[in-house]
């Protein structure tokens, strides 16, 4: 199943303000914390999830950008948890840039920074391209869901990827904000070589921080106070 999120049950909100919203007939579903006030903020942050995550799984994100007053919003990928929708690489771009068009609406005047962990990076990586952000933070970037999948399992097929390849080199020439790379140098699931074919590729655009022994699902609880510092480095560079 390439996309195993898509099938677990919806989950109540705990946290945060849902928002449902339709942008040019297509569905959006954002989940948005509710601890930083809007006119108190100092940035909007668009995070994408992991594939085998819904946005009511992500309590842990929003405190780490709370401590930079930065308003976190949660973008909901379609067929998952409450969005409507089938999964899938195209879905994916089209839904963060409608994710990034209603927040600049709903939060005029804010800079945007695009954040994503996992299967999240292409998608944060497409919307860099194509929108305005002042930062793009990227933690277990993929370069390609193909080349991720194939190092599990060699004898996987390209065609079983049909809208599923998240190959995301032909983004890379149009992000022109500062990067921030973030990666477990043992992370078992997306090789840390993708970030740093990533930090090859944009010199010294980017930042590449390697979170010594973190894999791929602790890079949070392993990496927190390099994370903590990146955060206000990047907050003070604004």
């Not at 940035?43 to 309590?59: R, T």
């Not at 949660?74 to 409507?84: N, R, T």
């Not at 022109?176 to 997306?190: M, R, S, W, Y």
Request: charged letters at 20%; a negative charge.
């Amino acid at each position: 199943m390439i996309f195993p999120g898509a099938d677990y049950p919806h989950k109540p909100n705990t946290f945060g303000t849902p928002i449902q919203a339709a942008v040019e007939g297509r569905n959006l579903y954002l989940l948005v914390d509710d601890q930083i006030d809007p006119s108190q903020a100092k940035a909007v942050v668009l995070y994408f999830h992991g594939n085998a995550e819904v946005v009511e799984d992500l309590d842990y994100v929003p405190p780490f950008f709370r401590r930079e007053a930065w308003l976190t919003v949660l973008v909901e990928f379609p067929g998952y948890g409450h969005a409507s929708g089938v999964p899938g690489e195209t879905a994916f771009y089209q839904t963060a840039l409608d994710a990034y068009d209603h927040a600049t609406k709903l939060y005029p005047g804010l800079p945007v920074i695009a954040a994503a962990w996992s299967l999240g990076t292409p998608a944060a990586m497409s919307m860099a391209a194509q929108r305005p952000v002042v930062h793009l933070l990227l933690l277990s970037a993929m370069t390609s869901m193909v080349e991720v999948a194939q190092a599990l399992y060699p004898m996987t097929p390209d065609f079983y990827f049909k809208d599923a390849r998240f190959e995301v080199k032909d983004f890379l020439p149009g992000i022109k904000a500062p990067v921030t790379l973030i990666h477990g140098n043992e992370d078992e699931l997306v090789p840390v070589e993708m970030s740093r074919e990533l930090k090859r590729f944009w010199g010294d655009q980017a930042r590449l921080i390697e979170i010594v022994e973190g894999g791929h699902n602790d890079i949070y609880q392993l990496g927190t106070e390099m994370i903590r510092r990146e955060l206000e480095r990047i907050a003070n560079s604004l």
